[in-house]
């Protein structure tokens, strides 16, 4: 992605052509695309393993919670709604890649760049600090849910040990600690480009640890020999009527970010090659990963609810849902370690990459931000190794892994960050941006159409950050800062 790196290709574009390079019918040439910048060479696999990388989080072990919270009818009917919505919403943002013509057109190299072309004015910086505030927060949700899961190996291995006479209490300082040290380590690979390797990792252990919870829920449907749960989900005398609703408010929101990942869709799009034209090979991967996911949604929450009924935990390898066999747990959450460990990168490139501009844009002699300095590495091509690029992303991973450990309680905030950051992101501005696009006539049914989709996915994430807020409001009561332990 040419914005990501050491940010001075932007300065330097008009430089890169030689009149030996043999230009290509559709404006590229053999090494440099229509816009000067060096091939793109992702494809419809390197971008499905981008999306299934971000979507298919460890929120998948919460499923099985999501759809206690609201029944055998209620809770699989939302998340086929929602895989609906997000892919229908995705193609008309992958839509907005190019300004003007699909094939031809001006390129957007981020969600704002989209935005600003579409849109513009004050929207732009709206989005800006929605999307990017999102991108922050993700990145200390995913730094408390790795910990969570060394933890749960940790603890795993000392019941066992203890034949369970041990209650293994655990602090989750060290664990977040290790899991800053490996992100400061991948965060200093340049480009979103670059990253695909680790994405295609992470989407073979995502598929690894949902794979497990969905067997171990099986196992444990066929030992009791029933499949628990009711149609309406959780019941009144279990939790209070108040609670039922928070609950439910919750589940729903838990349920529509399973699927969100629009925030980073136009930069994932920016490493496909062409031709054919990026939409179509962007929209090829989104239906690709969504129907993925949706399945692997489907079994393991239904699965998990159906092993559990009632008492689902809030996360299925974690929360002690089962004990045994512990080797394969173990197994299950090193898989979720490590593809958070990618995950986070795939979510703060855009980040990066977005302040690394900025600063290479207003200070373009200085050469701290724009020069970098060649280590050679034997077998492999020289590092590229910048001194503001290392500074910036160490203290940004720095800030993240501290803010985890001070409110370890983040997952409720994330929701809550999630829900203000779902409805503009996946659906206000893909919908705005191809109204405008498309021209569609105002008061059109199709207009009609679009702004009913809108304003029900708001009164959605309205219900979802009220079901957040509650969240926060209960353990902000018994909290004491960095003394998180399991």
């Known amino acids: 992605m040419g914005e990501n790196g050491d940010g001075k290709n932007d300065l330097y574009n008009n430089q890169v052509f030689d009149l030996s390079i043999d230009v290509l019918p559709h404006g590229g040439s053999n090494c440099f695309d229509d816009d000067g910048r060096l091939k793109r060479t992702g494809t419809v696999w390197t971008a499905s393993a981008h999306i299934i990388t971000a979507v298919i989080g460890s929120g998948v072990l919460s499923l099985a919670w999501a759809i206690a919270q609201l029944g055998w009818i209620a809770g699989p009917a939302v998340m086929f709604l929602f895989s609906f919505v997000t892919y229908y919403t995705s193609t008309l943002l992958a839509d907005c890649y190019r300004s003007d013509d699909p094939v031809n057109g001006k390129r957007n190299y981020t969600y704002m760049d989209a935005v600003r072309s579409n849109l513009g004015g004050v929207k732009v910086k709206i989005c800006g600090w929605v999307q990017y505030l999102n991108l922050f927060g993700v990145a200390i949700g995913y730094t ?86 009711s149609l309406t989900g959780i019941s009144v005398g279990t939790v209070t009527q108040t609670q039922k609703i928070w609950r439910s408010f919750q589940a729903l929101g838990d349920i529509a970010f399973a699927y969100s990942y629009s925030l980073i869709l136009i930069e994932i799009q920016d490493t496909i090659r062409a031709p054919p034209s990026e939409s179509k090979t962007m929209n090829k991967a989104t239906f690709l990963s969504i129907g993925v996911t949706t399945l692997f949604y489907m079994l393991c929450g239904c699965m998990g609810y159906a092993a559990f009924g009632d008492l689902s935990p809030g996360n299925l390898l974690t929360g002690f849902g089962f004990y045994n066999p512990f080797w394969l747990l173990d197994i299950a959450n090193a898989a979720i370690v490590i593809h958070l460990v990618a995950a986070y990168q795939v979510f703060c490139q855009p980040l990066f990459a977005f302040i690394e501009k900025i600063a290479a844009e207003k ?24 001194l503001f690029r290392l500074v910036w992303r160490t203290l940004f991973v720095i800030i993240t892994t501290l803010i985890s450990m001070l409110v370890p309680f983040f997952n409720d905030i994330l929701g809550l960050l999630g829900a203000l950051g779902f409805w503009p992101l996946t659906v206000y501005f893909p919908v705005e941006m191809y109204i405008s696009q498309k021209k569609i006539p105002k008061g059109s049914t199709r207009w009609l159409c679009l702004q009913i989709l809108s304003i029900a996915c708001l009164i959605i994430t309205i219900a979802a950050a009220a079901g957040s807020i509650a969240g926060v409001m209960l353990d902000l009561k018994s909290y004491t800062p960095f003394s998180t332990g399991y």
């Open 144 to 229: 408390i849910a790795s910990s969570i899961s060394m933890i749960a190996i940790k603890r795993s291995n000392c019941f066992h040990a203890s034949g369970g006479k041990n209650p293994c209490h655990i602090n989750s300082n060290p664990y977040m600690i290790a899991f800053g040290v490996a992100e400061i380590i991948f965060s200093q690979i340049p480009d979103f480009d670059q990253l695909w390797w680790l994405s295609i990792v992470a989407a073979v252990m995502s598929f690894t640890y949902s794979t497990i919870g969905l067997g171990l829920g099986i196992a444990r449907v066929a030992e009791t020999g029933k499949i628990r749960g």
């Open 363 to 386: 200070f373009p002699d200085s050469e701290v931000i724009t020069k970098d300095i060649k280590i050679p590495i034997p077998g492999f091509h020289p590092y590229n190794l910048n």
